[in-house]
Structures are given as structure tokens and as C-alpha cells.
T-cell receptor, first 114, second 112 residues
Framework: EADIYQTPRYLVIGTGKKITLECSQTMGHDKMYWYQQDPGMELHLIHYSYGVNSTEKGDLSSESTVSRIRTEHFPLTLESARPSHTSQYLC?????????????FGEGSWLTVV | QKEVEQNSGPLSVPEGAIASLNCTYSDRGSQSFFWYRQYSGKSPELIMFIYSNGDKEDGRFTAQLNKASQYVSLLIRDSQPSDSATYLCAVTSSGGSYIPTFGRGTSLIVHP
């Protein structure tokens, strides 16, 4: 089972501010993901990474960017936050070994842009 | 476009009954199938995964996979009010990327 940590858990910021959502995992998983989910709605994959120095855009277009300099760390950055970015952001990681790429989620970061 | 379809519900069952949740997928090359439970305001948590045709049991949960018909289901026996949540089906397809595709989820309500 993966241990995935996200900070901050809850954040309220003003329009135009820059924000970085942190995500770290301790299991050495190569693959990491960022999902966006509005309350009661489906998950949308916005970014993923196969490993260090690998980043890919997901199914849902997002104005955020990610980096993967270390295996355990996959931060997501919004350069200029807007109210439309208000949502829950879920970080996840997986290991394609015996579990068939089971994804494990962090607790999520709730972002409110006012 | 690889698709995973679930009835959004809500599915309402009485306490103690069997809840049956269904999921269909479009990619015949799909290899791994997952069920997640998500409580309101929380992140998804893995219930179980299945690779092979047939049934896989874990406590009160049974996953059933039928690759010929392209569906996977989750049975919850002796349903409890604490099982009330949204259940997400996820499918990992062929092609090497192994990026799971999630369904929209089915809302389950277990009433006393």
C-alpha cells in the first residue's frame, strides 16, 4: 500500500496568485498522477508521470504545470489562479508490478480561489 | 476513446441486502479491473482488483469479471449503512501505458 501525502489539504487564495500543491509518496512508485474532481463529479486526469523527468498531460486540459525532479515528489503549480480552478486536486501513485498498476490516492487538496 | 460506463444511480438497498454494481468497458484489450470506494469529500480507496474471468471474493465483497461480455461487477453482501458511498470502476487497457480509465461512479445508499 502506498503512503501519499498532499499539502496543503485546504487552501483559499485570491485570484491571480501563484500556488503550488505538494505531493510526496514514500513507496518508490515510478508512476504518479494528478486528478481534478469537483464535488459529486467524475475524476479527470490532468497530469501524469512515468518517472523522473517525465511529465505528460492528461485527458482534461489544465492550465496547471507539473514537474518530476525526484521519484517521490510530484508538485502541481498554478501560475495565476482563477475562480474556475476551484476544485479538489487528488495526487496518486502506482506500481505496475503484481498489482496491475493499482492506483493509490492521497487525501486530496481542496482549492478555493476567490 | 476508451470508455468505462457506470450507472450513476443512486442505487438504494435495504440494510442486509446484496448490492450489485455494474461496469462495462469498451476496450477488448483491457487487462486489469479495479473497484474503488469514495465517501463524500474523501479520496477514492481501493476495494479490490481482478484480472481473470470469474469471481474474486474478499470478505463481503465479490468482483465478477466477464471479458467476453466486457463487464465487471461488484457485489456487496450484507450491505451496511457504512457502505453508502460512490463506487468507481477503473480499467487498465492494453498498449503499454497502463493509465487507468475511471467510470463516473455509482452512488450507493444503504438504508436501515
Amino acid at each position: 500500500e502506498a503512503d501519499i501525502y498532499q499539502t496543503p489539504r485546504y487552501l483559499v487564495i485570491g485570484t491571480g496568485k501563484k500556488i503550488t500543491l505538494e505531493c510526496s509518496q514514500t513507496m518508490g512508485h515510478d508512476k504518479m498522477y494528478w486528478y481534478q474532481q469537483d464535488p459529486g463529479m467524475e475524476l479527470h486526469l490532468i497530469h501524469y508521470s512515468y518517472g523522473v523527468n517525465s511529465t505528460e498531460k492528461g485527458d482534461l486540459s489544465s492550465e496547471s504545470t507539473v514537474s518530476r525532479i525526484r521519484t517521490e515528489h510530484f508538485p502541481l503549480t498554478l501560475e495565476s489562479a482563477r475562480p474556475s480552478h476551484t476544485s479538489q486536486y487528488l495526487c496518486a501513485s502506482s506500481d505496475p508490478g503484481g498489482s496491475g498498476n493499482t492506483i493509490y490516492f492521497g487525501e486530496g487538496s481542496w482549492l478555493t480561489v476567490v | 476513446q476508451k470508455e468505462v460506463e457506470q450507472n450513476s444511480g443512486p442505487l438504494s438497498v435495504p440494510e442486509g441486502a446484496i448490492a450489485s454494481l455494474n461496469c462495462t468497458y469498451s476496450d477488448r484489450g483491457s487487462q486489469s479491473f479495479f473497484w474503488y470506494r469514495q465517501y463524500s469529500g474523501k479520496s477514492p480507496e481501493l476495494i479490490m482488483f481482478i484480472y481473470s474471468n470469474g469471481d474474486k471474493e474478499d470478505g463481503r465483497f465479490t468482483a465478477q469479471l466477464n471479458k467476453a461480455s466486457q463487464y465487471v461487477s461488484l457485489l456487496i453482501r450484507d450491505s451496511q449503512p457504512s457502505d453508502s458511498a460512490t463506487y468507481l470502476c477503473a480499467v487498465t487497457s492494453s498498449g503499454g501505458s497502463y493509465i487507468p480509465t475511471f467510470g463516473r461512479g455509482t452512488s450507493l445508499i444503504v438504508h436501515p
